[in-house]
């Protein structure tokens, strides 16, 4: 079974500066997938970014980009150059390539100030 | 292609009366899986049907709960006999078949169930 940890429950950010959320995780298995998925206020899930553990090389979408540390079982999220629009709910997730479910971390809420 | 919907959007049950939760997966998507948030939470895995089987339920609770994916039809999560405890958010997410694309999981936009 699959553990997923985010320590930080709140994070904030100026407007166009960068800011990394941290995820931790714990899994017996060899191959899984980690993501990370947004919350805005409407509630909906959006896949932000994902990440094959079998890759080496960290996952990039525009502006947000992750740091996989695989024997540190570490998965940060950065996101560059904030914008307004990414204050969200931010949930780390893990599914095992055996299995089907998604774990959830607790979630860090991100606030952007202008 | 529309994503994955699911109704009602919102659900006001008094305690002891009966919910039904509706997901229409996205299109070409066999796979469903249901997930609940309980305020300040993050989402718990509930229970994973492809059409016509439950694959994993081990996250539904042992009573009240049941959930079925027809051959023809939108997936169902049924909450009997509601308490105040059930009262959340509960989203359904679908992936299509093992092999096509991904394997990622498309959730829709939740259903906020308030018991009273």
């Known amino acids: 079974a699959q553990t997923v940890t985010q320590s930080q429950p709140e994070m904030s950010v100026q407007e166009a500066e960068t800011v990394t959320l941290s995820c931790t995780y714990d899994?017996?298995?060899?191959?899984?997938?980690l993501f990370w998925y947004k919350q805005p206020p409407s509630r909906q899930m959006i896949l932000v970014i994902r990440?094959?553990?079998?890759?080496?090389q960290n996952a990039t979408e525009n502006r947000f980009s992750v740091n996989f540390q695989k024997a540190a079982k570490s998965f940060s999220l950065k996101i560059s150059d904030s914008q307004l629009g990414d204050a969200a709910m931010y949930f780390c997730a893990g599914r095992e390539t055996s299995g089907s479910r998604l774990t959830f971390g607790e979630g860090t809420q991100l606030t952007v100030n202008p | 292609n529309a994503g994955v919907m699911q109704n009602p959007r919102h659900l006001v049950r008094r305690r002891g009366q009966e919910a039904r939760l509706r997901c229409s997966p996205m299109?070409?998507?066999?796979?469903v899986y249901w997930y609940r948030q309980l305020p300040e939470e993050g989402l718990k895995f509930m229970v994973y049907?492809?059409?016509?089987?439950?694959i994993d339920e081990s996250g539904m609770p042992k009573e009240r709960f049941s959930a079925e994916f027809p051959k023809e039809g939108p997936s169902i999560l049924r909450i009997q006999q509601v308490v105040r405890g059930d009262s959340a958010a509960y989203f359904c997410a679908s992936s299509p078949p093992w092999g096509q694309g991904k394997n990622e999981q498309y959730f829709g936009p939740g259903t906020r169930l308030t018991v009273t």
């Open positions: 990440q094959e553990a079998y890759k080496q």
């Open positions: 899994t017996s298995e060899s191959d899984y997938y």
């Open positions: 049907l492809q059409k016509e089987n439950i």
């Open positions: 299109k070409g998507h066999s796979h």
